[in-house]
């Protein structure tokens, strides 16, 4: 091997990145010879990595978020721990338990985010995955329909007021279904805003605003109002 200028008897102080072998050679100075040790090799490790995990997700309030997954470390001593950790907004935790490269979360109420970290078993250190959010959507709520008077004379007017659902993403279909005289309930697709007139009024009607969550976070119905025309 090559010699290192300036060693006594304990070497290297560098640090490595590569795998070496040592031995110490002693010369005599009054012309007695030389002699080696026994070599001594170093194995260096390749660096500790660790992939990412799955993607982000995005789901409805109360619902369960696909299976969370991660290929797992590479390098160092091959031999690894795993503990998977959760962030709801206060700070890194562990989840109890959850111990090996893949984790499926239960049923989310709030925005959640999850990283796995691996501890080298031959202490060659430890990784925090990259942290994967779940974005819980706020909890679809229905709307709610009123109107000016809901007792009224044959041939007068009353107006309908509606508020339309929130939550979800937001882009949510609204539907107006309307029952006359207790005839069966209809969707009217020309009611699309939230106030409309019946001018004159001669029968009763029964009224309501279905709200569907183009996200797919469900369907949700304001209660009925009843309107009777005397």
Same mark, same amino acid.
């Given at each position: 091997g090559n010699p290192i200028d300036g060693a006594g008897t304990s070497q290297p102080s560098d640090f490595l990145e590569n795998t070496a072998s040592f031995s110490l050679t002693a010369n005599s100075t009054e012309g007695c010879g030389t002699v080696n040790s026994n070599g001594v090799t170093v194995? #260096?490790?390749?660096?500790?990595?660790? /992939?990412?995990?799955?993607? /982000?997700?995005?789901?409805?309030?109360?619902? #369960?978020?696909?299976?969370?997954?991660?290929?797992?470390?590479?390098?160092?001593?091959?031999?690894?721990?795993?503990?998977?950790?959760?962030?709801?907004?206060?700070?890194?935790?562990?989840?109890?338990?959850?111990?090996?490269?893949?984790?499926?979360?239960?049923?989310l109420t709030t925005t959640t985010e999850y990283r796995i970290v691996v501890t080298d078993d031959a202490g060659c250190g430890t990784l925090n995955g990259a942290s994967n959010t779940v974005t819980v959507l706020s909890n679809l709520e229905p709307g709610s329909v009123t109107a000016s008077t809901v007792e009224l004379c044959y041939l007068d007017d009353f107006t309908v007021s509606g508020t339309f659902a929130m939550g979800a993403d937001g882009d949510i279909t609204n539907t107006w279904y309307v029952q006359l005289d207790g005839d069966g309930f209809a969707a009217d697709d020309g009611l699309t805003g939230t106030t409309w007139t019946v001018d004159p009024a001669t029968v009763d009607h029964d009224i309501f605003i279905e709200s569907v969550s183009n996200f797919g976070c469900g369907t949700v119905y304001s209660d009925t109002l009843h309107v009777e025309v005397l």
């Open positions: 194995e #260096v490790y390749a660096p500790l990595e660790l /992939d990412p995990s799955m993607a /982000d997700q995005t789901i409805c309030f109360g619902t #369960v978020p696909k299976h969370i997954t991660n290929a797992g470390a590479a390098g160092a001593s091959e031999s690894y721990s795993y503990q998977w950790q959760q962030n709801t907004g206060s700070g890194w935790s562990a989840i109890s338990g959850e111990t090996t490269t893949e984790y499926q979360p239960g049923s």
